[in-house]
C-alpha cells in the first residue's frame, strides 16, 4: 500500500558502522576487563594497605587546617602612554586581587565546573565516575591526558598537601576532600578554589586574572572570556593567551561547547559567546570584533617603548615606595606621545643604519611650556644594551659646545651684549684662570675680533673663554642648574673656563629641559615623563596635567639667546639643522671628536640628540664616508629629520623679538636658605641613576682624579 499523498517521508539513517572487535570480542569490553583486571590484581591490595597505614599515620584534624601561604593583597602598576595606550606593567610575579563572592559572576561558575568537575554539585568530594572515565581515556590515548580530580581535591591538593606525586598523598587528598565537603557549602568551596587557583602570569585567583588578562574587575566577565580562564587552569603555562593565542582560543571554544552541552549555556547563548573573540591585555583598547590579540608577556619593562618606561620608573620610584609601585595598583598616565616616539625611532634608526654597536644616538623631545617629555630614545636596542643614554648612560656625557648657550645666558645677566667683541685668535692662554688654561678652536682661524653673534654661529672656543672667565665658572654653572641641568653643581671649581667648551657631564634630558626654557622666555615647567597617577580606587596622587612654570630667566635674556642660536642654523654650524621654519639650536662636539651633539628648539618642542659609542669614549671617525663626525653633521640631520616630521601638522609658529637686556648684576643672587620652603631643590653633584645598568669598559680605572673631563673643542 502506497503511503499517504503529503505524509513525512520516513528518515533514512546511515548503514550502522561496524564495531571492531578484538578476538571476536569487543573492543571496549576488552579495555575495561583489562583495566579492571589491573586495577584489582595490583592497586585494590597496595590502595588498602596504603589507606589502613594512611588512616594510622596521617594527621587528619578534626577541623581543617588553614590556608598555607596566605597572600597580601597584590595589583599591578599600569602605565600609559598619552594617548591611553597601556604600555607596560610594573608588578611583582604573583597577583592576587581580593574579591568576594558576590563579585563572581555565575558564568564564570558554570564556566569552571563544566570545565573541571562537571558533577562538582552532586559529587560529596570525590567522583569515582570521573576517575574512570579519566583512566579510560588516558588507556585509549596511551597517555595521560586527563584527569579524574574533583574541584574540591584540587584545591585541597593546592591547599593543603605538599604536592608529591604519590598514593598516599592521593589517599590523604580524599580524605581531607570528603571531610571538606562536610564542612563548607558547595558555594564555599567554589569559591575558595576560584580564588586560590593559578591562572598563568603570575595571577592567582580569577580577580587577579580579571585584572591581568583583560583590564577588568571579575564581575564583569563575559561568557567568552569566562570560557577562556576556565580553559586555562589545567595547565596555565601552555594554555595561557599571552604566550599561546592560539591553543587559548581553542580551548575558549571546547569550554563554550562544554557549557553549551551541560546545559549552562543555551544553544543561541553559545552561537553568540562563541563570536565573541576575545581581546586581552596589556596594549591599547579593545579593538573591533572578531579580532583576537596576541600580546608579549609581561615583566617589568616589557614594552616597545623600553628607555621611556625606564625613565618612568626611576621617577615614581623616586616619589613612591616600591611596595606602592609595584602591588599597590596604581594608574599611571604619562607624557609619552606614541606619534613623536615612533618618528624619533625612526629617525635614529635612520642614522644608525648601516653601522653597529656599540655606536649608539640618543634623541629626546621636550614640550617647553609644560615640561612633558614626548619622545625618549636611549639607544638603538634596548635588548642589548639596558644603559639608558638619555638620562646620561652611568657617568655622564659631556655636552661639548651646546654647553654654550648657557654662557651666553649668564653674560646677558650681566650687562654683556650681542654686540660685545672679543679677540679670535686660533688658540689662547688665558691669565689667572684655574683648570685648563690654553684653549684652542676646532678650526683656525683668521685672528682678529668677533662679536658675540658671530662667535655663537661659528662656536669659536677662544671667545668663549674669555666670556666664561669675565662672567665666572661659577655663575655659569648656577644659570645652568637654574635652567633645570641639575647634574652640574654651582660649587664646584674643577673645570674653570673649560666648563663653557662643555667638560662637565650631564645628559640629552637635561639638555633638552635646559632648552625648553630658553624656548619658553625664561620659564621652567620642569621635565617630567607623568600627567598623573591614580591609586586603585581612582584618587589623584600626582597631577602634572597643568604645571606651574616658574620665571627662572630674564624674558629678554632667553630670548637673546634664541636670537643668537637662530644664527647657528641660519648660517653657522648647524645648517643641517634647518627645518624651513624659525628654529634656534647649538651644535657640540667633545674632545677629539668623541661624541656629537645638536640640541635645538622651535615654541613648541625642543629636542637633544647625542651621538657617540656607548663602551669606551674614543673618536667617532670615518662612520658612514665621514672622516669625522661633528655636531653639526649627523646629529643636526637627525634632528631635523625628527622636527620636520614632529611638527609637519603643527602651525608655523615664531620667537618673541627680544625685548631690552636687564640692569646688570653685581654678582649672583644669595642662595635661600636650605629651609625655605620655597626654594628651589638643591644641586647635588652628578652620579648615577638608580637602577642602571654599567658597563665595565665605561669605569676609568687607571686615572688618578676625574677620567675623561678634557673640555671640547668646539665645532668647526
Not at 584545591?155 to 587528598?173: A, D, I, P
Not at 580551548?251 to 552561537?271: I, K
Not at 643604519?353 to 636596542?381: F, I, N, Y
Request: glycine share 8%; net charge negative; with cysteine.
Amino acid at each position: 500500500m502506497s503511503p499517504r499523498a503529503g505524509a513525512p517521508r520516513a528518515k533514512a539513517f546511515p548503514p550502522a558502522k561496524r564495531r571492531r572487535r578484538w578476538w571476536g570480542i569487543p573492543r571496549m569490553t576488552v579495555k575495561v576487563a583489562v583495566l579492571l583486571a589491573v586495577f584489582v590484581g595490583l592497586c585494590v591490595p597496595a590502595a588498602a594497605a596504603t589507606a589502613f597505614w594512611t588512616l594510622i599515620k596521617a594527621d587528619v584534624p578534626g577541623t581543617l587546617p588553614t590556608d598555607r601561604n596566605p597572600r597580601v593583597r597584590s595589583m599591578p602598576t599600569t602605565v600609559y602612554d598619552a594617548e591611553g595606550n597601556a604600555i607596560t606593567q610594573f608588578r611583582e610575579f604573583e597577583l592576587t586581587v581580593p574579591i568576594s563572592p558576590d563579585d563572581i559572576p555565575q558564568v564564570l561558575k558554570d564556566a569552571v565546573v563544566a570545565v573541571e568537575d562537571q558533577n562538582f554539585w552532586v559529587h560529596d568530594g570525590v567522583d569515582p565516575e570521573a576517575i574512570v572515565r579519566a583512566a579510560l581515556s588516558n588507556f585509549e590515548e596511551g597517555d595521560t591526558v586527563q584527569g579524574g580530580s574533583t574541584i574540591t581535591q584540587q584545591y585541597v591538593k593546592n591547599t593543603y598537601t605538599t604536592g608529591e606525586r604519590n598514593l598516599s598523598r592521593k589517599l590523604r587528598e580524599a580524605l581531607l576532600a570528603s571531610r571538606l565537603e562536610r564542612e563548607l557549602t558547595k558555594e564555599q568551596i567554589l569559591f575558595r578554589y576560584l580564588t586560590s587557583i593559578y591562572f598563568g602570569d603570575g595571577a592567582y585567583g580569577v580577580g587577579a586574572a580579571a585584572e591581568s588578562y583583560f583590564r577588568k574587575p571579575v564581575s564583569e566577565l563575559t561568557a567568552s572570556e569566562a570560557a577562556m580562564l576556565a580553559g586555562t587552569i589545567a595547565s596555565p603555562n601552555n594554555y595561557g593567551p599571552r604566550g599561546n593565542a592560539e591553543v587559548a582560543e581553542r580551548r575558549r571554544r571546547q569550554s563554550l561547547r562544554a557549557m553549551r552541552d551541560q546545559g549552562y549555556l543555551t544553544p543561541a547563548e553559545f552561537r553568540e559567546a562563541r563570536e565573541q573573540h576575545v581581546w586581552y591585555a596589556p596594549f591599547g583598547d579593545p579593538p573591533g570584533p572578531a579580532t583576537v590579540v596576541q600580546a608579549p608577556p609581561q615583566n617589568d619593562v616589557a614594552t616597545i617603548h623600553p628607555y621611556f618606561v625606564d625613565y618612568v620608573r626611576r621617577y615614581l620610584l623616586a616619589r613612591f615606595d616600591h611596595e606602592t609601585l609595584y602591588r599597590g595598583g596604581l594608574r599611571v598616565e604619562t607624557t609619552l606621545d606614541p606619534r613623536l616616539q615612533l618618528l624619533a625611532q625612526q629617525s635614529v634608526s635612520r642614522t644608525l643604519d648601516g653601522t653597529a654597536p656599540p655606536l649608539e644616538m640618543s634623541l629626546v623631545t621636550v614640550d617647553p611650556v609644560t615640561g612633558h617629555v614626548k619622545a625618549m630614545v636611549g639607544g638603538r636596542d634596548f635588548a642589548q644594551n639596558q644603559v639608558n643614554l638619555a638620562l646620561g648612560g652611568t657617568l655622564g656625557v659631556q655636552p661639548g659646545s651646546s654647553f654654550k648657550a648657557f654662557v651666553l645666558a649668564s653674560a646677558f645677566e650681566r650687562g654683556i651684549t650681542p654686540d660685545d667683541r672679543y679677540p679670535a685668535p686660533a688658540s689662547i692662554t688665558l691669565p689667572d684662570c684655574t683648570g685648563q688654561c690654553t684653549i684652542s678652536n676646532a678650526e683656525p682661524g683668521n685672528g682678529g675680533e668677533e662679536d658675540l653673534r658671530q662667535a655663537t654661529a661659528h662656536s669659536v672656543n677662544t671667545v668663549f673663554a674669555q666670556l666664561i672667565q669675565e662672567v665666572g665658572p661659577q655663575n655659569v654653572a648656577e644659570l645652568a642648574n637654574r635652567l633645570g641641568v641639575r647634574s652640574i653643581d654651582p660649587a664646584t671649581t674643577q673645570y674653570g673656563v673649560s666648563l663653557a667648551l662643555g667638560a662637565y657631564e650631564t645628559s640629552p634630558l637635561e639638555m633638552a629641559a635646559g632648552y625648553a626654557v630658553l624656548a619658553n622666555h625664561g620659564v621652567r615647567a620642569p621635565a617630567t615623563p607623568v600627567l598623573r597617577v591614580l591609586d586603585d580606587e581612582g584618587r589623584v596622587l600626582m597631577d602634572n596635567t597643568a604645571p606651574q612654570g616658574e620665571q627662572v630667566l630674564d624674558p629678554a635674556v632667553a630670548d637673546t639667546v634664541t636670537d643668537l642660536m637662530r644664527g647657528v642654523i641660519a648660517g653657522g654650524t648647524g645648517r643641517a639643522a634647518d627645518i624651513g621654519r624659525p628654529a634656534a639650536g647649538k651644535t657640540g662636539t667633545a674632545q677629539e671628536h668623541r661624541a656629537a651633539w645638536f640640541v635645538g628648539y622651535t615654541p613648541q618642542l625642543s629636542t637633544a640628540v647625542w651621538m657617540g659609542y656607548s663602551d669606551v669614549p674614543r673618536p667617532l671617525y670615518g662612520i658612514k664616508g665621514q672622516s669625522r663626525v661633528y655636531g653639526g653633521s649627523f646629529p643636526a640631520s637627525t634632528w631635523a629629520d625628527f622636527m620636520r616630521a614632529a611638527l609637519a601638522d603643527q602651525p608655523v609658529a615664531d620667537f618673541a623679538v627680544p625685548g631690552p637686556l636687564p640692569v646688570p648684576v653685581a654678582q649672583a643672587p644669595a642662595p635661600a636658605p636650605a629651609d625655605d620652603p620655597t626654594a628651589p631643590p638643591t644641586t647635588v653633584p652628578f652620579e648615577p641613576l638608580p637602577g642602571a645598568p654599567m658597563a665595565a669598559a665605561e669605569v676609568p680605572t687607571d686615572c688618578g682624579g676625574p677620567c675623561d673631563r678634557t673640555p671640547s673643542l668646539g665645532d668647526p
